[in-house]
């Protein structure tokens, strides 16, 4: 097994070299198609053992093989002119995506719609490509020691300024799908996938507790969907879902799931299950919002993606969604959504995350929503997450672990005879939905059994801002009657 860690940082050290390459969105972009092309190259290596017959949608000049492989091969300024004015033209406009071989060669063509080769060197791009060949993608090994350090790929992104928008802590996806529990042959969506983080732990859970023949192995690949907008992400998730084993990620798009109009959907467009992390505190462009009901027209992202998961689920259909406090306590539109949400699902449970668990990305404090479409809401649980023994805040170096949850887990019960094992604990309380709504659906309920709490709800900050300057106020003006009446005397 080959040194994939080390390899990899000599790639950055590589490409740190070159003066195209400006900083590590762009590293990380270029690191990923070349990744993407060995990955298919490596699969590809497999499957003319496995498949009769088995022809490569790509040319035979364009494949990692016959280009990059041999490592005294075409380098300098005749490796910069095959990629720019061979390879990538190729790949984005020349392949043939119809018959057999047409949807192997539309996934590539989608991954390099929006990829470009950022490297001036070819003497450099050369020593990234031979480190690359080091890695060997059908040796399980090298390909579980990647699976980590393609996590660590994404939180390098930090420094990107938005990786936050695509990148959840893998505790909290691996908790949402073993709570949610997908079966075998339930749709599976992700309509804002970023890096695919909760689509592999989906191909994971179902791949331990369900696929036992290849014919429940495609299923399995049937049943996973999910739509990216930026580029970036959507190029590291389809080379993601490559690594997991869904070799022809078609159903992995690079497309704004909010472009398209509600009335728009069908019946066969519902999903049975939707596990999400849609960005919040963004802005989406102008017209978006005209794809929304009247009653729902907003431009606030995470807002959008609440009222279409609600829409787009099959009756019985079931959802986890992370939002921030700010959807909780929010009003206005927000109300709207959230009547909604409640009348026409039954939103079960909420768990409250604590500080730091986005850390660095974020220090935003953030829920995670778990509900099932087609009846109303007539209580809601709540469980406050404590930080473990010892933990004050969570960083990159000492995240949240899914270990954690154990106690969440304990607690949980069965949805089907409504969650009757739940208890109230220090950490558990459930609220009636007449409170709720009394509280004109004020979502943000604190933890009854602990002791006053920080509010971060700026109505109530603003209150209680105007309280205290009353009473300044007022204490002025007695300190200005008591020296009047002394300096009388």
């Not at 709800?457 to 209150?463: F, G, N, S, V, Y």
């Amino acid at each position: 097994m080959s040194n994939v860690s080390g390899i990899i940082k000599s790639i950055q050290d590589i490409m740190r070299k070159d003066v195209g390459v400006d900083g590590d969105a762009q590293r990380i972009s270029q690191l990923v198609w070349l990744f993407f092309l060995k990955i298919v190259d490596d699969r590809e290596d497999e499957l003319e053992l496995l498949v009769d017959n088995f022809k490569s949608p790509l040319p035979e000049n364009l494949r990692w093989r016959n280009w990059a492989k041999d490592s005294e091969g075409i380098t300098g300024d005749d490796l910069l002119d095959f990629v720019n004015i061979k390879l990538f033209p190729a790949l984005k406009n020349k392949l043939n995506i119809d018959g057999e071989d047409g949807q192997r060669a539309l996934v590539i063509k989608n991954v390099f719609e929006d990829a470009y080769n950022y490297m001036k060197s070819g003497t450099l791009l050369r020593q990234v490509v031979n480190k690359i060949c080091e890695i060997d993608f059908n040796a399980s090994g090298d390909r579980h020691t990647f699976g980590g350090i393609y996590e660590q790929i994404l939180k390098d992104l930090q420094s990107a300024g938005n990786a936050g928008e695509f990148y959840t802590p893998r505790a909290v996806t691996t908790f949402i799908v073993d709570r949610i529990a997908p079966k075998l042959e339930e749709t599976v969506l992700d309509p804002a996938c970023g890096t695919g983080g909760f689509l592999t732990n989906v191909i994971e859970y179902k791949r331990n507790y369900f696929v036992k023949s290849p014919a429940d192995e495609i299923v399995l690949v049937n049943s996973i969907h999910g739509v990216e907008k930026k580029s970036l992400p959507h190029l590291l998730c389809t080379t993601n879902m490559i690594l997991h084993g869904i070799d022809v990620p078609i159903n992995i798009r690079h497309d704004n799931t909010l472009a398209r109009p509600l009335r728009d959907y069908s019946n066969t467009d519902r999903v049975n299950v939707i596990v999400t992390n849609p960005p919040f505190g963004g802005m989406e462009e102008d017209g978006i919002e005209n794809n929304f009901p009247s009653a729902f027209k907003t431009r606030e992202t995470a807002n959008l993606f609440i009222t279409l998961i609600i829409h787009i689920l099959k009756n019985e259909g079931r959802a986890a969604v992370v939002l921030p406090d700010g959807f909780l306590f929010g009003e206005g539109i927000q109300t709207r959504i959230k009547e909604k949400l409640l009348t026409e699902c039954n939103l079960h449970t909420i768990v409250r995350l604590p500080n730091g668990v986005f850390n660095p990305y974020t220090g935003i404090k953030t829920n995670i929503l778990f509900f099932t479409k087609g009846k109303p809401t007539e209580q809601v649980w709540y469980y406050e997450h404590p930080y473990p023994e010892g933990v004050v805040n969570y960083n990159k170096t000492k995240p949240m672990r899914f270990e954690e949850f154990q106690s969440e887990i304990d607690w949980w019960g069965n949805e089907e005879d409504g969650f009757k094992t739940r208890v109230e604990n220090e950490q558990a309380w459930k609220v009636s939905v007449k409170d709720i709504i009394a509280s004109h659906y004020n979502l943000d309920i604190k933890n009854p059994h602990v002791g006053e709490q920080i509010s971060h709800d700026p109505d109530e900050l603003l209150l209680q801002y105007n309280q205290e300057q009353k009473d300044i106020s007022n204490l002025r003006n007695q300190l200005k009657a008591i020296l009047t009446e002394a300096l009388s005397k």
